[in-house]
């Protein structure tokens, strides 16, 4: 199914990401899995319902091994706001992240999973 209008809406007028992952979560979003080679996005709602946006762009090539020093730091340079969201997926691709998954409800964490490693934090909201 394709995305609903209130979760296009919460990335129209997003100012960070925490401000991202409180709109998702008022907009009905219980989890979400991104990959970062092709950009697609799933989202799983409360009501059960799944979404899927797909990405039009050209795939991004993945770091064969993944590197948890330099995903914390395009994770905290995107937090800060030095790199916008398709600088923060570049980093996270260099990093050798392949997926990341954000749960919202219950448990507000995000954990980022490459070949050999993974980082799990909280989302700040």
Same mark, same amino acid.
């Given at each position: 199914m394709p995305i609903p209008d209130n979760i296009k809406a919460a990335y129209a007028s997003v100012k960070s990401y925490p401000d991202l992952a409180a709109k998702l979560i008022n907009a009905g979003v219980?989890? $979400?899995?991104?990959?970062v080679a092709s950009g697609t996005t799933v989202y799983r709602l409360m009501d059960g319902s799944v979404h899927f946006n797909t990405n039009t762009n050209e795939p991004r090539v993945i770091a064969k091994k993944?590197? +948890?020093?330099l995903t914390i730091q395009t994770i905290r340079d995107n937090q800060q706001g030095k790199t916008d969201y398709p600088g923060f997926m570049n &980093?996270?691709?260099?990093?050798?992240?392949?997926? $990341? +998954?954000a749960s919202l409800n219950p448990n507000k964490?995000?954990? $980022?999973? &490459?070949s050999g490693g993974f980082y799990e934090e909280a989302i700040p909201v």
């Open positions: 219980q989890s $979400y899995t991104v990959d993944f590197d +948890e020093a &980093g996270i691709a260099d990093a050798g992240v392949r997926f $990341y +998954e964490k995000i954990i $980022y999973i &490459g």
